[in-house]
């Protein structure tokens, strides 16, 4: 990722958050959560800022951060591909589409590509479970797939900027 | 003008939605539009219909029509045929698998699907627009807050939950009205009530259909819970996996606090609720009640032993009540109708109704609700449409990672907590996962345990390390290097981490493992004895292999990128196992199908 | 909202708007609005309906149309089963028509029997 994400501007989002929130009961779940959402990621700079102002540890910061699985350390890539792996999916076959999309992308579960353009990952349920086995490109759901779908929906955002 | 002679309702839940629910929704409105019918019908978005196999799906009142898997091209044709001239769209109807007659089904109540059901957690999913708070009132929404209020005292709402015999939904089993008594005799000045929205069982999502189609039930529960134990605040703690629920909870409970039913001084009688969403971030253990106090307090969310319990020491310290959606969203219809009308369904020990998941390999995925005591056959064959693609039914799948396996013996069992955990099984969030005579039950519980490792928050050795041992040797088991001493070592440890884990995630998550064993043993030694697996899905126990029939067309051959495949015209061709690396791409070239797995 | 009275109150007014969808009870005037209906002027008399039901706040009244119902001749044609009643058909509707069957029919429960089929030559 050559993308700067760490902007001032970010910063000033960042603060304007902790402000709101450090007055409430157990302000740092919600204040993560924010985090998150406006840097992408929450490396280490950032933790360092919420634990100054919250006057928490950084270890304890660091520790939930790394505890949930929705926090991250690093920025996803620009398409972020979620297989579902519930159990509704599984039994109707989501490994072999996470095979096949690993394959297409060159990209191993979990990890981002060399360009940033992909991320992948094996989710838990979705919830779509009638729709089995699904898998999601950001905000975009597919569901009842086939392997056949797989190489049309990758080509897709391959395409795209 | 409020008064339309035809409501449409669109399925906004969210596996409608993601197959294209909105812009079905937007078609409609502007077809509408342009037929000038817009004044005369109109749309509803609703919540989950239940049978979400079938979404995107419309429901056309006052008939009731229920339009299946909707495209596009369809909306124009339900606008002037139906909602125009007034002809029901009958190729566009949803189709009753289950029925025994060929008829279409013109009204959803006429549903096969719908009729041996009893929706009362989900009576308002499918038929209320969540997002707008009358239409819940409507209903006779936040009449029972009301009721609770003025002509009850706590005490008297807390028996009432006690003589309901309301059970917890989430799992566990526990009389509600008992957790609501210690709380209030809890001593303490500042309680909570709390809402545990933080399903996480693979395959159940009946919380999540709760929250997206009927949030109002839920403040109003959550209200009336605080009323009965003297609480002034309220936490719901909700997956961020679950977008659509946060957003309509969020929605509902600002609509609440601007018409005043949540605030101060609610409906007049000096009482005082607020309420506050807290996400989760993607952690199973939170769905713990201790893991998910400690999240809320802005910590890992790992579990703390228990005494003391939330009852005592909850959230912040302090005496808290923690229920799950389903067992709050029936609480208003008992305060309202009375604990009698509650237990005039289930079993003694488990009165009322309960929503499963049905997922996996059956026809009709989707929400039930049912009366507790109804069989496993009748909801897995009646309701839930029998297993697809002519295949057998194997086994049932009860309580996600917590649960276990029941098999075609146990179809007549009917279910409820207890009998369910005398199987081996549990209730736990009603998850129900069927599977068939190609899913290898081995694998099954490998896929169950690879969870809970990944979940396994690493505070107590014997979860942390004790799954991790039963993962390994359950791999080495499908890989076919297990031996009979390592299903006997499965057995003892799985045994161990039961009774010394700290938390429910560690007692429960040998259960899948320990339940595959007892019923499906024979699986197991096949995999360990004859390097085989029955179900043909461990690839590394698969061979392909040419059986009699061989016209020696040579097209296997060709295809087989390793050249495994030998054999002359004409002759008899044989794949070398050495070389074989089990692509099957040589499988459907054979124009006489004698290429198998075995 | 300061009283258990005005949510009761906020629920009976409410109730029209989704009412439809509740369990089918009460009276159901149906409306032929095939294309033969639509052209002898069926969509001015359901709007007068509808109109005429939402003015008297008339609830379990479902107003709903169908396709052809076969006498095109006589079209306008409206039918209205109320519980309990056998089917009245009326024939060859107008606005005003429209509205006196709702004030003498579905709310007086006097048939207008001018206005029915057995009256059409």
């Given at each position: 990722m050559t993308k700067n994400f760490l902007t001032e501007e970010n910063f000033v989002k960042l603060h304007r958050v902790i402000d709101a929130h450090k007055d409430m009961q157990g302000p740092l779940m919600p204040i993560l959560h924010e985090a998150q959402h406006i840097f992408g990621a929450i490396p280490i700079e950032v933790q360092k800022v919420i634990s100054e102002k919250l006057n928490t540890p950084l270890a304890e910061i660091y520790g939930v951060v790394t505890f949930y699985s929705q926090f991250t350390l690093e920025p996803k890539g620009e398409f972020l591909i979620g297989i579902c792996l519930g159990t509704a999916c599984y039994v109707r076959g989501a490994q072999q589409i996470i095979d096949k999309i690993c394959e297409l992308t060159g990209v191993a579960v979990g990890k981002t590509s060399a360009d940033g353009k992909f991320s992948i990952e094996a989710t838990r349920c979705i919830g779509a479970c009638g729709l089995a086995p699904v898998l999601t490109v950001n905000e975009d759901v597919y569901g009842r797939l086939t392997l056949n779908d797989i190489p049309g929906i990758v080509q897709k955002y391959k395409g795209a900027n | 003008m409020d008064f339309y002679r035809s409501h449409v309702l669109v399925c906004g839940g969210t596996g409608c939605v993601s197959s294209g629910a909105y812009t079905i929704e937007e078609m409609f409105n502007n077809a509408l539009v342009a037929k000038g019918l817009d004044k005369e019908v109109k749309v509803v978005r609703t919540g989950c219909f239940g049978l979400c196999e079938a979404g995107p799906i419309c429901i056309v009142y006052p008939e009731g029509s229920f339009y299946s898997r909707v495209e596009q091209k369809d909306v124009e044709r339900i606008v002037d045929e139906h909602l125009l001239k007034g002809r029901i769209v009958k190729d566009l109807l949803y189709v009753d698998k289950a029925a025994t007659v060929t008829d279409i089904q013109t009204s959803i109540s006429d549903v096969t699907f719908y009729k041996k059901q009893k929706r009362v957690a989900l009576a308002n999913c499918g038929v209320i627009n969540p997002e707008i708070i009358e239409e819940y009132i409507a209903f006779d929404g936040y009449q029972a807050l009301g009721k609770a209020l003025t002509e009850m005292t706590p005490v008297d709402v807390i028996n009432e939950m006690k003589k309901s015999g309301l059970r917890g939904r989430g799992g566990g089993g526990f009389p509600t009205g008992l957790k609501w008594e210690f709380t209030s005799k809890s001593p303490g000045d500042i309680k909570y009530v709390a809402c545990n929205a933080d399903e996480g069982d693979p395959g159940a999502f009946m919380d999540r259909s709760v929250l997206e189609g009927d949030p109002h039930c839920i403040i109003e529960a959550m209200a009336i819970a605080a009323y009965a134990i003297g609480a002034e605040k309220g936490y719901v703690y909700i997956r961020a996996e679950y977008p659509i629920a946060v957003k309509r909870l969020g929605i509902a409970i600002a609509q609440a606090n601007e018409m005043g039913l949540l605030g101060k001084d609610i409906l007049g009688s000096g009482f005082n609720f607020e309420m506050e969403i807290r996400l989760g971030a993607g952690a199973f253990v939170c769905g713990e009640e201790t893991a998910l106090i400690a999240s809320i307090e802005g910590e890992r969310g790992m579990p703390r032993p228990k005494p003391p319990f939330p009852a005592q020491k909850g959230i912040f310290g302090k005496p808290t009540v923690i229920n799950n959606v389903e067992t709050y969203a029936v609480v208003p219809q008992i305060i309202l109708k009375g604990a009698d009308w509650f237990t005039s369904f289930g079993t003694e020990k488990s009165p009322g109704t309960k929503v499963f998941a049905l997922g996996g390999k059956i026809n009709n995925t989707g929400l039930v609700e049912i009366p507790m005591g109804t069989s496993l056959k009748e909801v897995i064959f009646d309701i839930g449409g029998g297993i697809p693609d002519g295949r057998k039914f194997k086994a049932v799948q009860t309580g996600g990672p917590s649960g276990g396996c029941l098999t075609e013996a146990h179809l007549d069992t009917p279910i409820d907590f207890d009998t369910l955990t005398a199987l081996g099984s549990m209730m736990g969030s009603g998850g129900m996962i069927v599977v068939d005579d190609s899913n290898c039950m081995v694998d099954f519980a490998r896929f169950f345990l690879d969870f809970t490792v990944d979940e396994s928050c690493g505070k107590c050795v014997p979860c942390r390390e004790g799954t991790k041992r039963m993962l390994e040797m359950l791999e080495k088991i499908t890989s076919g290097n297990g031996t009979m001493q390592d299903l006997d070592k499965l057995e003892e440890l799985a045994y161990a981490i039961k009774d010394s884990s700290l938390c429910g995630l560690g007692q429960t998550a040998p259960n899948p493992v320990l339940s595959t064993l007892k019923y499906f043993k024979d699986e197991y030694i096949a995999h360990v004895v004859d390097k085989k697996c029955p179900a043909g899905m461990c690839q590394d126990l698969l061979s392909i292999v040419i059986v009699d029939g061989c016209i020696g067309c040579t097209a296997c051959k060709r295809v087989c990128p390793v050249d495994a495949i030998s054999g002359e015209v004409k002759q008899n061709h044989v794949i070398d196992q050495a070389k074989c690396i089990k692509c099957g791409a040589c499988i459907p070239k054979c124009p006489k199908k004698v290429i198998v797995k075995q | 909202m300061k009283s258990l009275a005005e949510l009761t109150k906020l629920r009976d007014e409410s109730l029209k708007r989704v009412?439809?969808?509740?369990e089918r009870k009460g009276t159901r005037i149906v409306v032929g609005m095939a294309t033969c209906g639509i052209a002898a002027g069926a969509r001015p008399v359901l709007a007068a309906l509808m109109d005429e039901a939402q003015k008297r706040g008339l609830k379990d009244v479902e107003i709903t149309q169908t396709g052809c119902i076969g006498v095109c001749r006589l079209e306008p044609l409206v039918e209205v089963y109320k519980e309990g009643e056998d089917k009245v058909t009326y024939v060859e509707l107008t606005e005003e028509k429209a509205r006196r069957i709702i004030a003498e029919h579905i709310v007086n429960g006097h048939i207008v029997t001018e206005l029915t089929i057995g009256a059409a030559k």
């Open positions: - | - | 009412d439809l969808r509740k």
